[in-house]
């Protein structure tokens, strides 16, 4: 996008990140945002704004580690900024997947691949989570295979893993709103 931040970059008129707020606000006690830049525009939405905690880029695994540790709640509920479509379901599949499993870690599945960064993680693997980054480890997926984790399939939500990285994805995914094409509940 430019290096412009992907949540302040609007769909339809609105900034990404509204989409993700309006949709987790009723699925969760409380919201928090992920943010290293912009901080004060994510402010105004009444969130508490966290940066990650280790300096530099390290990845969607460093904005989880920061959530846990700014969370005062057994779990974590993670989604990526540039994905204006969450389905209204996506805590209730993924806790009851979680517990169903007795997992650490409950992660969204399109029935292809994992979608990592639609998960609900144990606030107490922050240890685990902290020495994973200090050994320079960045994948996802490779943390996750070190704990239980369960996948929950989402391939009859396929909307929920578009994500918008360029302009001409914002023109479909505005398209795919005024068509009605996106599932909505």
Not at 78 to 101: E, G, I, M, W, Y
Not at 118 to 142: H, M, P, Y
């Amino acid at each position: 996008m430019g290096g412009h931040d992907k949540g302040l970059v609007e769909i339809a008129g609105r900034p990404m990140i509204e989409y993700v707020l309006d949709s987790l606000r009723p699925q969760v006690g409380a919201v928090m945002i992920n943010a290293n830049r912009n901080a004060g525009f994510y402010a105004r939405y009444g969130v508490p704004v966290i940066a990650d905690a280790l300096a530099g880029f390290h990845g969607p695994l460093a904005g989880m580690a920061s959530g846990m540790q700014a969370a005062d709640t057994t779990m974590i509920i993670t989604v990526p900024c540039d994905s204006p479509f969450v389905p209204v379901d996506l805590v209730q599949r993924l806790a009851n997947a979680k517990q169903h499993a007795n997992a650490k870690i409950a992660v969204a599945h399109n029935g292809e691949r994992m979608q990592p960064v639609f998960a609900l993680l144990d606030t107490e693997l922050l240890d685990s989570l902290q020495q994973f980054l200090a050994r320079g480890e960045r994948k996802i997926d490779r943390w996750f295979a070190e704990h239980h984790a369960t996948s929950v399939d989402f391939s009859d939500r396929p909307d929920t893993f578009i994500n918008v990285n360029t302009p001409d994805e914002v023109n479909r995914v505005e398209a795919m709103m005024r068509a009605g094409a996106v599932h909505e509940d």
